[in-house]
C-alpha cells in the first residue's frame, strides 16, 4: 500500500482507510495481524505458581518472570486458568481460592489486600497482552476427597439433597451436574461476577463439558440421568441430544449475560480437536477416525454455538502432528477453517507432544511446529496460534522457543480485530510534538474529535518509514511497537533511529475489539545527533 507524499498531505482530513486496506494480507510467513497466545494451566501447578502457598510478592515475580518470557517472544494473549477445579484465582465470597494457590483450598493469602486475578489482568495489559480468562466449568474437583474442600464449596455448603441434583462423581472426580437448571444458573452467576469486576479481555472455557470417558468406569450409571431426561419437559427423544442440548443452554446464557454487561468481552471455547468423525456424520464431519469427539462423546454441539453467534471465536486443541493418519493436522485445520459461521479461528498447538510422543514419532522433527505455523498462516481463516502449555514450550524441545523468537513470532504483530464487538471506530490522532535526545526520536500525540466514549482507544501502534513518505502498513518492520493498554501518557520513544536519517511517522488507536482508528496524519522528522527535527510543510510540499 504505497500512498504518493503529495496526495496524503493535500487530502488527509478525507484520508480514511478500511481495516482490511490498512492490515491486508502479506504473504504467509509474517501476517500483520496474528494472536499469539499460550495456555498458562493453574491446576496441579502445570504452569504456574510453581507451588502452592507463595507470598504475595512471591505470586507477583513469578507471574511477571512469566509473561516477559512471553512478551520476548512476541504473544500478544494468555489465556489464564483461574477456575481450575471449583475454586478461584481471584477473591471471591462465593468461591474458595484454589489449594493449588494458597495450599488448602479456602485459605487466605498473606497479603490480605491482594487480588491475584488484578494483579495478573494489570500485568499481561502492561505489557499489550489480552487476558482471556479460563475457567474449567464442570469440573468440582480435581480428586474424590471432599473432606479438604473449604465451607464455601457446594459440595460442602448444600444440603445432601441438593447435592445430589448438582454434582455426581465419576472416576475419581466430582462434576457439577449439567443437567441441572441451578448448576446452569451457578456458573453463570461466577462468569458474571468476573466480568462485572475485572478487566478481562474475554472468557474462556476449555473441552471439559461432560466428561471424558474413562475405560474403568460407566459414565451412564456415573450421571444416572435417564430418570431426568424421560420425565423432563422437552422434545428431546434421545438421552444424547438432551445432554447437548443442557451444555447448549448454559453457553447461550453465559454468551448473553456477558454481551449485557461487557459487549466488547470475547466468549471463545478450546473445544477438543475433532467435532464429529465422517463415518458418524458423512456430511459435516471430517476426515478422521479419533476415538473421542465433541459431539459424540464430550456432548458438545460447538459447530452449533457458531452458527448461533454464542462464541466469538473456537481454538480447537488440534494436537496431532502432520499427517497422523487418525487425525491428521492439516486436515483438521482446513475443516475447522471452513465451519466457522463468521468467527475467528485460533488453533491450538501440543507444545508438551514436541520430542515427547512415543506413539507419534514426527513430534521429532525440527519443523513440526513451524511447518503447522505455515499450515495456519496460508489458511485465510486462521487468525492465529494457542500453545499448550507454557512450561514444556520454555523448556525450549527442539528449539521451538527459539524458531519462535528468531524467525516464526520475529516481529510484533497485532492482534486480529473482531469488529462485531466494536460499537464506534476509534477517533484520529494527531502528532503534536516531536522531541528528541541524541539516542532517540520522541512523539506525543492527542485525539481529533473526540465524540464518545466509545470512540477512546485502547492502545496504539506506531510505524516507522524510512524516508519521506508512507510505505506498507502491511510490512513486520514497519510496525515500531505498542504502547500498553490504559497508557498513562500517549507518548513513545524510538530508540532505533539513525542519525542523519529521515523518517515517517504515523500513529493508529485501537478499541478493545482491536478494531483500528484512521491513520493520523504523517509526521516527517530527521534524526540529529543532538535530537530529532520536524520537518515543516508549506501547501502540501516539504522543504
Not at 110 to 138: C, G, Q, T, V
Not at 177 to 205: C, E, M, W
Not at 428 to 453: A, F, H, M, Y
Amino acid at each position: 500500500m504505497n500512498i504518493p507524499l503529495r496526495f496524503l498531505l493535500l487530502f488527509s482530513s478525507l484520508f480514511c482507510l478500511s481495516q482490511t486496506v490498512v492490515f491486508a494480507q502479506m504473504a504467509p510467513s509474517t501476517p500483520p495481524a496474528e494472536l499469539r497466545g499460550a495456555w498458562i494451566a493453574t491446576v496441579a501447578n502445570i504452569d504456574f505458581p510453581s507451588r502452592p502457598g507463595l507470598s504475595s510478592a512471591e505470586i507477583k515475580t513469578e507471574f511477571d518472570s512469566l509473561l516477559d518470557v512471553l512478551q520476548a517472544m512476541n504473544m500478544n494473549a494468555v489465556f489464564v486458568q483461574i477456575r481450575p477445579a471449583g475454586d478461584a484465582f481471584y477473591k471471591s465470597t462465593t468461591v474458595p481460592l484454589s489449594k493449588f494457590l494458597v495450599g488448602q483450598q479456602g485459605a487466605m493469602l498473606d497479603d490480605s489486600l491482594f487480588d491475584p486475578l488484578e494483579y495478573m489482568i494489570k500485568s499481561a495489559h502492561k505489557r499489550r497482552m489480552e487476558f482471556h480468562a479460563w475457567l474449567n466449568p464442570y469440573r468440582a474437583t480435581f480428586d474424590p476427597d471432599t473432606s479438604a474442600l473449604d465451607a464455601l464449596h457446594p459440595l460442602r455448603s448444600l444440603p445432601a439433597r441438593r447435592k445430589a441434583e448438582w454434582f455426581f462423581r465419576y472416576g475419581n472426580k466430582w462434576y457439577f451436574n449439567p443437567a441441572s437448571p441451578a448448576v446452569r444458573q451457578y456458573l453463570t452467576n461466577v462468569v458474571k461476577d468476573i466480568v462485572l469486576r475485572y478487566d478481562v479481555d474475554g472468557i474462556h472455557f476449555d473441552d471439559y463439558f461432560y466428561p471424558y470417558k474413562d475405560k474403568n468406569f460407566n459414565l451412564d450409571d456415573a450421571l444416572d440421568d435417564y430418570n431426568t431426561f424421560a420425565s423432563g419437559d422437552h422434545d428431546f427423544t434421545d438421552i444424547g441430544d438432551w445432554r447437548r442440548n443442557n451444555i447448549n443452554v448454559l453457553i447461550e446464557g453465559v454468551s448473553k449475560t456477558i454481551k449485557k454487561y461487557k459487549p466488547y468481552v470475547k466468549f471463545g471455547v478450546g473445544p477438543f480437536g475433532v467435532w464429529r468423525n465422517l463415518e458418524r456424520d458423512p456430511v459435516r464431519g471430517s476426515n478422521t477416525r479419533a476415538g473421542v469427539t465433541c459431539y459424540d462423546d464430550l456432548y458438545a454441539d460447538v459447530l452449533l454455538w457458531l452458527e448461533k453467534g454464542w462464541i466469538d471465536y473456537v481454538a480447537p486443541q488440534i494436537y496431532w502432528s502432520i499427517g497422523y493418519p487418525p487425525a491428521d493436522y492439516e486436515i483438521l485445520v482446513d475443516w475447522w477453517s471452513k465451519h466457522l459461521y463468521g468467527k475467528q479461528l485460533y488453533v491450538g498447538h501440543a507444545a508438551y507432544k514436541i520430542d515427547n510422543s512415543p506413539l507419534d514419532p514426527n513430534w521429532e522433527n525440527e519443523s513440526e511446529i513451524s511447518d503447522q505455523i505455515a499450515i495456519n498462516r496460508a489458511n485465510p481463516k486462521v487468525s492465529g496460534s494457542i500453545f499448550f502449555s507454557v512450561k514444556p514450550l520454555l523448556r525450549n524441545p527442539l528449539g521451538v522457543k527459539d524458531s519462535l523468537i528468531n524467525s516464526l513470532w520475529k516481529y510484533p504483530a497485532l492482534v486480529p480485530p473482531t469488529p462485531s464487538l466494536s460499537r464506534a471506530t476509534p477517533a484520529k490522532s494527531t502528532i503534536c510534538r516531536v522531541k528528541g535526545t541524541p539516542s532517540t526520536v520522541q512523539l506525543t500525540w492527542n485525539l481529533c474529535e473526540l465524540l464518545s466514549g466509545d470512540e477512546m482507544p485502547f492502545y496504539f501502534a506506531l510505524y516507522r518509514f524510512d524516508g519521506e513518505g508512507v510505505g506498507k502498513f502491511d510490512h513486520p518492520r514497519n510496525l515500531l511497537g505498542f504502547t500498553p493498554f490504559y497508557a498513562d501518557k500517549w507518548y513513545f520513544e524510538d530508540h532505533t533511529a539513525i542519525d542523519g536519517e529521515y523518517y515517517t511517522y504515523i500513529v493508529i488507536g485501537f478499541d478493545r475489539a482491536n478494531v483500528s482508528s484512521n491513520p493520523s496524519d504523517p509526521v516527517f522528522v530527521k534524526k540529529t545527533k543532538k535530537g530529532a527535527k520536524k520537518k515543516r510543510k508549506f501547501w502540501g510540499y516539504m522543504f
